[in-house]
């Protein structure tokens, strides 16, 4: 017996996020890195490698959504601590060499992951589900302002 198309539905979005996560929490396990402190090291490569603290905070509240502030301002701390991330007097953030290093390294270990789990998808599926993730982000996002 052939089992049913699923559906796209925000159960079936999460149930996926939370597989894919758990393959790139492996990845973070070995580093030594958490999942929030991953996504600061994301905003702040995604931003040209250097950023105002209170922007780099802000992009990575904003990226993880339910994450309290001052979680994100921790692993901000945790990262500068462990020479990760320096600071300048102006109050600015950027990578130091280890921290481009591991940046690096969690970034190919993910990458490695989705080539996996991608592995075979017709790109026009790939691009017809981007369409489709990128609008419900958008429609999220505007609800969440909204609120």
Same mark, same amino acid.
């Given at each position: 017996m052939t089992q049913p198309t699923p /559906? /796209?539905? %925000? =159960?079936?979005? %999460?149930? *996926?996020?939370? +597989? @894919?996560?758990?393959?790139?929490?492996?990845?973070? *396990?070995?580093?030594?890195? *958490?999942? *929030? =402190? @991953?996504?600061?090291?994301?905003?702040?490569?995604?931003? %040209? %490698?250097?950023? #105002?603290?209170? @922007?780099?905070?802000?992009?990575?509240? &904003? +990226? $993880?959504?339910?994450? &309290? #502030? @001052?979680? /994100?301002?921790?692993?901000?701390? #945790?990262?500068? +601590?462990? =020479? $990760?991330?320096?600071t300048s007097a102006d109050d600015r953030v950027s990578f130091t060499d280890d921290g481009r290093e591991l940046f690096d390294h969690i970034q190919d270990g993910g990458k490695e992951v989705a080539s996996r789990l991608y592995a075979g998808i017709p790109q026009k599926d790939l691009e017809a589900a981007g369409r489709v993730l990128a609008l419900v982000l958008r429609r999220a996002n505007a609800e969440l302002a909204a609120a």
């Open positions: /559906v /796209v539905n %925000g =159960q079936l979005i %999460g149930l *996926t996020h939370y +597989a @894919s996560r758990a393959l790139l929490e492996r990845v973070l *396990t070995r580093t030594g890195t *958490t999942f *929030t =402190q @991953s996504v600061i090291l994301r905003s702040l490569a995604s931003h %040209g %490698g250097i950023l #105002e603290r209170r @922007s780099l905070v802000n992009f990575a509240h &904003d +990226a $993880l959504k339910i994450v &309290d #502030e @001052s979680e /994100v301002r921790t692993a901000v701390e #945790e990262l500068v +601590a462990g =020479q $990760l991330l320096a």
